[in-house]
């Protein structure tokens, strides 16, 4: 089946740092794909998407690299802040493009 | 304001009772998902309605039930038949374009646990 995880399930960064924080995919045919932010306790919120005509695409502090050679997904977050500590998950269409196949998540801890 | 509402917030139930999960949207999105997350663990798909009176299991579907009675309206229902119910979940909303999904708009989950 479909199958979407992440390489680390932890990154521990200093404020003040980019971080980069990464996603391999198994479905070659997926054409979208996400970054949500999760506080714990609360519901995901979404940060940046791509489409895989793209391989880059750039938000505020944040830009998704999409490398559809090696299957790989990667959310780079400039200038960390402590706010950014989170959960951060990616996630991809399912083969029928009509939901989100969702990877394990990586908890990212920003220290000041 | 427009949104998703979940409701209970938490919840506590006796094993073997069926307990439903209320999900409402005032966004006017055509599909509505429901997710399941297990502590540290990422977001599993347990069912998914495009449209009205319609509706498709998700890879972990054994054990719930849903309706889509109207277009706002999304509940979840946790049988007897589950084997771990103890969870949190997360109700989500989406536009279809071409027939595929788009962001996911997602509720405050609704933390159920079976005592």
């Known amino acids: 089946g479909e199958n979407v995880g992440l390489h680390l399930p932890t990154l521990s960064v200093q404020e003040g740092d980019n971080s980069i924080i990464n996603c391999a995919y198994s479905?070659?045919?997926?054409?979208?794909f996400i970054w949500y932010k999760q506080e714990s306790g609360k519901g995901p919120q979404f940060i940046i998407d791509?489409?895989?005509?793209?391989d880059k695409r750039q938000g505020q502090r944040v830009t998704v690299l999409l490398n559809k050679t090696v299957k790989h997904l990667s959310l780079q977050i400039a200038a960390t802040q402590p706010g950014d500590s989170a959960v951060y998950f990616c996630a991809e269409s399912n083969q029928a493009g009509t939901a989100l196949i969702f990877g394990k998540g990586t908890t990212l801890s920003v220290s000041s | 304001d427009g949104g998703i509402t979940q409701s209970p917030k938490y919840l506590f139930r006796k094993e073997g009772q069926n307990v439903t999960l209320s999900c409402e949207q005032n966004l006017n999105h055509d599909a509505m998902y429901w997710y399941r997350q297990d502590p540290g663990q990422g977001l599993r798909l347990i069912y998914y309605s495009q449209i009205v009176n319609d509706f498709q299991k998700g890879d972990i579907a054994e054990g719930y039930s849903v309706s889509r009675e109207k277009k706002e309206s999304f509940p979840l229902t946790v049988t007897s038949a589950q084997k771990n119910p103890t969870a949190f979940y997360l109700c989500?909303?989406?536009?279809?374009?071409?027939?595929?999904?788009?962001?996911?708009?997602f509720g405050e989950g609704s933390r159920l646990t079976v005592l």
């Open positions: 791509i489409r895989s005509n793209m």
């Open positions: 479905n070659s045919a997926s054409d979208y």
């Open positions: 989500a909303s989406s536009r279809i374009a071409g027939g595929n999904t788009g962001e996911l708009f």
